[in-house]
C-alpha cells in the first residue's frame, strides 16, 4: 500500500477490521480515512482524484460512477469492477495497482488520457444494450463468477 505525505486513502463501504487494522500499522491511521458506506457515491467521486478498487468484489457500479465524474480508476482483473472498467484500467496484482496509483500521480498527461477514457467507457456503459452485452460477455470469460 502506498503511503506518502501527498497521497491519502479513502474507503467507503464496509470494512470491518480497518480500525484493528490501523492499530497493528500507525501509517494506515495517519495516510488513510475510512468513512463508512455512502449513499452518495457520486458526491464522494467529486472530491476524488483517483477510485482505487482494492482485492475484493463488488465495486462494479461505483467505478462507473468514477468514471462519470471525471475520476479515473484501476482495479484488479477479477469481479464485476474489472467488467466494468476495461482493460485500460485494469492491474494483475497489487504491485502492479501500486506502479499505476503511482503513475497517476506523477503523470499528468497521463492521469489526463485516462479520464477521456474513462469518460468514453462511462458513455459506452451506460448504453444499457451494449453495456450489458460487454459486461456478460466479460464475466462469463472469468471463473470467479462461474
Given at each position: 500500500m502506498i503511503f506518502a505525505d501527498d497521497i491519502h486513502l479513502v474507503f467507503a463501504g464496509y470494512y470491518e477490521k480497518y480500525e484493528e487494522l490501523c492499530e497493528k500499522n500507525p501509517a494506515l491511521k495517519e495516510y488513510t480515512s475510512f468513512i463508512g458506506y455512502q449513499n452518495d457515491v457520486l458526491a464522494l467521486m467529486e472530491i476524488c482524484d483517483l477510485y482505487v478498487n482494492p482485492p475484493r468484489v463488488g465495486g462494479g457500479y461505483s467505478i462507473a460512477e468514477a468514471f462519470s465524474?471525471?475520476?479515473?480508476?484501476?482495479?484488479?482483473?477479477?469481479?464485476?469492477?474489472?467488467?466494468?472498467?476495461?482493460?485500460d484500467f485494469i492491474v494483475n496484482t497489487l504491485v502492479e495497482m501500486n506502479e499505476r496509483i503511482l503513475r497517476f500521480k506523477n503523470e499528468k498527461e497521463y492521469y489526463q488520457e485516462m479520464v477521456q477514457k474513462g469518460?468514453?467507457?462511462?458513455?459506452?456503459?451506460f448504453d444499457g444494450v451494449t453495456s450489458m452485452k460487454q459486461i456478460l460477455e466479460t464475466a462469463e470469460a472469468r471463473d470467479i463468477f462461474f
Open positions: 465524474k471525471g475520476v479515473p480508476g484501476v482495479t484488479l482483473n477479477y469481479g464485476d469492477a474489472a467488467a466494468a472498467a476495461g482493460k469518460l468514453k467507457r462511462c458513455k459506452l456503459l
